[in-house]
Every structure is written in C-alpha cells, then in structure tokens.
C-alpha cells in the first residue's frame, strides 16, 4: 500500500512508480512470449492477457495491487481494453497527448497502469509525462512543464493518472521496446482512506494548495473541501476568474469557490447557465490551440469542478439546472451531479429523466452519472436497463458500467445483461460480465459461467499448434 506521503505524491504529481518482486526470469519469459506473438500473429492487442496469461501475475503482485486499491479503492476494475505498445530500434517517437476515453475530471476514477517487461533506458524510447499536467485540459497547460522520461528496470510498473500528458519517445537504440498498458476503473466512491494512512493533513505551501487539498479531502472521504478558505478574494472575482482566466488560474479560483462552499453556489450556477454562445467572453485571455467552439464548454467545466468541490448544497440547483433549455446547461449539470457521487442522490430522478435527453452528449454523461451519484440504491437500475438498447455504443458501455457499480443492487438488470453479451461492442460485453460478476446471484454466475465456457481462450493454440 502506498503511505500518506506516496498518496499525496500521487495526487500532485499524478503518478506511482512500483517494482513488483517477481523475478528477473519471469520478466524475460514475458518479454520471450511477447516477441513470439509480434512475430507469428501480430499484436493481440485485447486479447495480450488471455494469449499472455502471466501478465496476470504483475497485477496480483502485492506491490501493484497495493498501489493500485490505494489509488481507486477497494474492488478497483481491469477494464477489457489492454493493448502491448512496441517500440521499434531507430523510430520516431509521438507528441504529447491524453488517450481517448478520458474524461477530463481531476476525481481519481481511471489510471493508466505500464508494465515493463524488460529494461527501458533513455536510448530505448520510455514512456515520457508531464508531472501534474493531468489537471490540465489544454496543450498549452498541461506541456507548461518539462517532461519527465521514465528509464526503468525489467519488470517497473508506472501507475498514471488516465488524464495525464504523455507520449511514448523516440527509440535511438538498437533494441526492441515493449509497454503493456491496462486501464483500471474506480467502483466504489472514497469513505475513508484506502491506503496505509497515518492521518495525515493535507501539507500545504505547494503552488496549487486549493485544488491539490480538494482532492486530498475527496479521496480521504471527505467533500472535497479541503477546510477554512484561504483566498480572501470576493465571490465575484474568483467566479469572473473561473470564466476568463487560462489555465492554471481558472483552477485556483474553482477551487478556492469550492473550499467556501454553499455561500458560492448561487454565482457559479448563474455562471454555469450564462450564454457564452461562440464567441469567447469579454477580458478572456486566450486559450491558445482550444479550438473557438469548445471554448464554452472548457468555461463550464471548469464552473463544474468548483461546484463538485461544494457538494450536496449544490445538487437541488444542478438538479434543476438539468432540465434547462440549452443542452450544453443541461449537459454541464448532469456530468457534475455525476462528480458530486452518492451525495448527489437527491439529483437521480433529474439524472434518469437526463437519459431520455434529446442530446446525445447529455444521455452518455446521464449514463455514466448514475453510476455513480446512485450506486448506493436500486432507483437507477430500470433506467440504466433502457440504456441498454440505446443505439449510441457509449451509452451502452456507460450503463453496462453503472450496473456494475451498482452491483448486488441491479439483479433486476439480469435478464437484460444476459441478452447484450453478443453485443456488437467489445466493451460492452466485456462490462456486461463484469457487471453480472458484481451482481452475484445464481442466474448471474451461470451466466457468466456459460458464457465464459463458449468464449475460452486457449493460449497454447497457434497456427503452428492446433490441437
């Protein structure tokens, strides 16, 4: 498990460095299957674990996992999507960015997790970040610091946050580079501390006390608000902050609205609702590579992070502020009631309603959201069912997750999971399973069972090797 210092190094910096004690053998053995798959089939990408089985091994080893419920909690989630980078001698490496399915939130509910199977140095292309840069949703931001390039020993496991900068870097050296990369999800929203704490407080003195503090506080149980005040700025300026300065400064002045709580609420749901329509507003200092239309959204983001950090008092507000007549209001409510978690609950019924939006940006974050603002009830459950069969992929995927988070509450879900495990979309089915394993009934296990019975890999066939 990580301490109160390998935590708070976490949060700021957004990544652990951890050396599983398996030994140097297994890691070559890892490496040598590797090379033979490359070789004869090509990368399995998903599949890396089922036709590399003891990749496994990494993740179960007591340093990883420790590291990892430290960061996400108890009953932490593999996500079905896992993919084996590789690195040729003499290539070129990328550019600095975030991966995809990211969704530009500093709450801790996704990492990245980067096993090495060999030694990684300078010369050979190691992955590269940006310490701190996950906060950030900007280029220009999130690259405002040096790169750290990230030479490893055989068998190093990087855990990052899923929102930070990075890029793999150029091979100059003659040697193959191999990086197999996982996802893992948060299913349980923070009561207590999840690591090995002493209890400690939040240390102050670093230049970004306000938000760092916040997220210390949500990860230790709290609501975010990290204590007394500290700016002595009015409510109007840090709000006219929030809305026209770049990043960093917009984020300090969120959370500093956060850290005072219910008393900023009224301003920044008048913020959140104001027109910003496509042209950036007056004495905006400019965003640089944000493009002119996402403009608005980044403002209401970052509106969204300061009422996530007040709570419960702002959840009657959001929760009408979801049935606004611009979709983008509608939009920035429903994925905040999601951020707030279980002390949103109140907002569900505005949540489920959300899921009939005629957006369909606004029913994937309704999705998602009631996953977590209701995964301590059933209330969500014949809604998320619906979802089910909604055409848009990502609603889907979204609702198949919220039923797993809600877990032993969804059994009426069943059926239904039963019927998506042909789903066209592999994350679906891979949810689905995940979702009738956290349900646990019989009717879920023998589904479960019966399907993983017709699906099974074996990993010693090859072409070669058929029988």
Same mark, same amino acid.
């Given at each position: 498990?990580?301490?109160?210092?390998?935590?708070?190094?976490?949060?700021?910096?957004?990544?652990?460095?951890?050396?599983?004690?398996?030994?140097?053998?297994?890691?070559?053995?890892?490496?040598?299957?590797?090379?033979?798959?490359?070789?004869?089939?090509?990368?399995?990408?998903?599949?890396?674990?089922?036709?590399?089985?003891?990749?496994?091994?990494?993740?179960?080893?007591?340093?990883?996992?420790?590291?990892?419920?430290?960061?996400?909690?108890?009953?932490?989630?593999?996500?079905?999507?896992?993919?084996?980078?590789?690195?040729?001698?003499?290539?070129?490496?990328?550019?600095?960015?975030?991966?995809?399915?990211?969704?530009?939130?500093?709450?801790?509910?996704?990492?990245?997790?980067?096993?090495?199977?060999?030694?990684?140095?300078?010369?050979?292309?190691?992955?590269?970040?940006?310490?701190?840069?996950?906060?950030?949703?900007?280029?220009?931001?999130?690259?405002?610091?040096?790169?750290?390039?990230?030479?490893?020993?055989?068998?190093?496991?990087?855990?990052?946050?899923?929102?930070?900068?990075?890029?793999?870097?150029?091979?100059?050296?003659?040697?193959?580079?191999?990086?197999?990369?996982?996802?893992?999800?948060?299913?349980?929203?923070?009561?207590?501390?999840?690591?090995?704490?002493?209890?400690?407080?939040?240390?102050?003195?670093?230049?970004?006390?306000?938000?760092?503090?916040?997220?210390?506080?949500?990860?230790?149980?709290?609501?975010?608000?990290?204590?007394?005040?500290?700016?002595?700025?009015?409510?109007?300026?840090?709000?006219?902050?929030?809305?026209?300065?770049?990043?960093?400064?917009?984020?300090?002045?969120?959370?500093?609205?956060?850290?005072?709580?219910?008393?900023?609420?009224?301003?920044?749901?008048?913020?959140?609702?104001?027109?910003?329509?496509?042209?950036?507003?007056?004495?905006?200092?400019?965003?640089?590579?944000?493009?002119?239309?996402?403009?608005?959204?980044?403002?209401?983001?970052?509106?969204?992070?300061?009422?996530?950090?007040?709570?419960?008092?702002?959840?009657?507000?959001?929760?009408?502020?979801?049935?606004?007549?611009?979709?983008?209001?509608?939009?920035?409510?429903?994925?905040?009631?999601?951020?707030?978690?279980?002390?949103?609950?109140?907002? *569900?019924? /505005? #949540?489920?309603?959300? +899921? &009939?939006?005629?957006?369909?940006? $606004? =029913?994937?974050? !309704?999705? %998602? @959201?009631?996953?977590?603002?209701?995964?301590?009830?059933?209330?969500?459950?014949?809604?998320?069912?619906?979802?089910?069969?909604?055409?848009?992929?990502?609603?889907?995927?979204?609702?198949?997750?919220?039923?797993?988070?809600?877990?032993?509450?969804?059994?009426?879900? *069943?059926? /239904? #999971?039963?019927?998506? +495990? &042909?789903?066209?979309?592999?994350? $679906? =089915?891979?949810? !689905?399973? %995940? @979702?009738?394993?956290?349900?646990?009934?019989?009717?879920?296990?023998?589904?479960?069972?019966?399907?993983?019975?017709?699906?099974?890999?074996?990993?010693?066939?090859?072409?070669?090797?058929?029988?």
């Amino acid at each position: 498990m990580l301490d109160d210092a390998g935590m708070q190094r976490f949060i700021r910096d957004g990544y652990a460095l951890v050396e599983p004690g398996l030994d140097s053998g297994f890691h070559r053995a890892v490496f040598d299957s590797i090379e033979n798959v490359f070789e004869t089939e090509g990368n399995p990408g998903n599949n890396l674990m089922a036709r590399i089985p003891a990749i496994k091994k990494v993740w179960d080893d007591p340093a990883a996992h420790g590291a990892l419920e430290s960061i996400l909690g108890q009953n932490y989630y593999m996500h079905p999507h896992r993919h084996c980078h590789y690195r040729p001698p003499r290539s070129e490496g990328q550019t600095l960015h975030k991966d995809g399915f990211s969704r530009r939130r500093h709450r801790t509910r996704w990492v990245l997790a980067m096993y090495y199977p060999q030694d990684t140095t300078l010369e050979m292309g190691p992955t590269a970040f940006v310490p701190g840069s996950h906060y950030y949703n900007t280029a220009e931001a999130g690259a405002a610091r040096e790169e750290m390039a990230l030479p490893v020993p055989a068998g190093s496991v990087a855990i990052v946050d899923y929102d930070i900068w990075h890029r793999g870097t150029a091979n100059r050296s003659d040697r193959k580079r191999y990086m197999v990369k996982f996802l893992f999800l948060r299913m349980e929203e923070p009561r207590s501390p999840s690591w090995d704490s002493a209890g400690a407080e939040w240390e102050t003195g670093g230049e970004r006390d306000e938000m760092w503090s916040a997220m210390w506080s949500w990860h230790t149980g709290g609501n975010g608000h990290g204590g007394v005040p500290i700016s002595s700025r009015s409510i109007d300026d840090l709000v006219h902050s929030v809305v026209n300065d770049p990043e960093p400064a917009c984020l300090d002045a969120a959370y500093a609205l956060g850290r005072i709580g219910e008393g900023a609420a009224p301003a920044l749901m008048d913020a959140l609702e104001a027109d910003y329509g496509d042209a950036a507003p007056a004495g905006e200092v400019s965003y640089g590579r944000l493009a002119a239309a996402d403009r608005p959204e980044q403002i209401r983001r970052n509106i969204s992070y300061a009422l996530a950090t007040i709570g419960g008092p702002a959840v009657p507000a959001l929760a009408e502020a979801a049935a606004h007549p611009r979709w983008s209001v509608r939009d920035a409510a429903v994925e905040t009631l999601g951020d707030i978690g279980p002390d949103a609950a109140a907002g *569900v019924p /505005a #949540l489920l309603k959300a +899921l &009939g939006d005629e957006s369909q940006q $606004v =029913r994937r974050h !309704a999705s %998602e @959201a009631l996953g977590i603002a209701g995964q301590d009830g059933a209330e969500a459950v014949p809604g998320l069912i619906d979802s089910l069969d909604d055409p848009d992929e990502v609603i889907r995927r979204n609702a198949t997750l919220a039923l797993a988070r809600i877990g032993k509450g969804a059994e009426e879900a *069943v059926p /239904a #999971l039963k019927g998506i +495990l &042909g789903d066209e979309d592999r994350y $679906v =089915r891979g949810k !689905a399973l %995940e @979702a009738l394993r956290r349900i646990g009934s019989d009717e879920a296990r023998d589904a479960l069972i019966e399907d993983l019975l017709t699906s099974r890999w074996c990993e010693i066939t090859t072409k070669d090797d058929l029988y």
